[in-house]
């Protein structure tokens, strides 16, 4: 895994060639994994964002579905995670989480505590170590 800090004058938004953004707390608090597994990959391609654009929430969401999934012996997919989750915004800068949808609620007492993590990013070389193999040509790294 390569991983690379911002420098001077690079953004979330902007991650130079071959590389994505990550942030801080999808790592230390919503226990993202690699190889980002191909369900996360597709699920976010249905729903045309970045995992860049999803806030530490949302991703401790997803993570805590697919686990539940995992645990249950349930091999949930793009189109499970759809009817569980709708998008939702997260301030104005093209950021979203996930909501569960109407009496799809099967995890509770996520913290509101989101506040300053934008600032916490990195960049992490897309390849095979980082993103599941069969999804790297779909895997959708530049903020449209």
Same mark, same amino acid.
């Given at each position: 895994? +390569?991983?690379?800090? !911002?420098?001077?004058?690079?953004?979330? +938004?902007? !991650?130079?060639?071959?590389?994505?953004?990550?942030? #801080? #707390?999808?790592?230390?608090?919503?226990?993202?994994?690699? !190889?980002?597994?191909?369900?996360?990959? #597709?699920?976010?391609? =249905?729903?045309?964002?970045?995992?860049?654009?999803?806030?530490? $929430?949302?991703?401790? $969401?997803?993570?805590?579905?697919?686990?539940?999934?995992?645990?249950?012996?349930?091999?949930?997919?793009?189109?499970?995670?759809?009817?569980?989750?709708?998008?939702?915004?997260?301030?104005?800068?093209?950021?979203?989480?996930? =909501?569960? $949808?109407?009496?799809?609620?099967?995890?509770?007492?996520?913290? @509101?505590? +989101?506040?300053?993590?934008?600032?916490? &990013? &990195?960049?992490?070389?897309?390849? @095979?170590?980082?993103?599941?193999? #069969?999804?790297?040509?779909?895997?959708?790294?530049?903020?449209?």
């Amino acid at each position: 895994m +390569d991983f690379r800090l !911002p420098l001077e004058g690079e953004w979330a +938004d902007e !991650p130079p060639e071959g590389l994505f953004t990550l942030y #801080e #707390e999808h790592l230390m608090r919503a226990h993202l994994w690699f !190889p980002i597994t191909s369900v996360i990959v #597709e699920f976010l391609n =249905r729903l045309e964002v970045l995992i860049s654009q999803i806030s530490p $929430r949302g991703i401790k $969401r997803l993570v805590g579905l697919l686990v539940l999934g995992y645990e249950r012996g349930i091999e949930l997919t793009a189109e499970y995670l759809e009817a569980f989750f709708t998008l939702s915004r997260v301030g104005t800068d093209r950021l979203y989480g996930f =909501r569960p $949808r109407t009496f799809m609620e099967v995890l509770k007492g996520f913290p @509101q505590d +989101d506040n300053g993590w934008k600032s916490y &990013f &990195f960049y992490v070389r897309l390849d @095979q170590a980082s993103v599941a193999a #069969e999804c790297l040509p779909l895997f959708r790294r530049l903020w449209g």
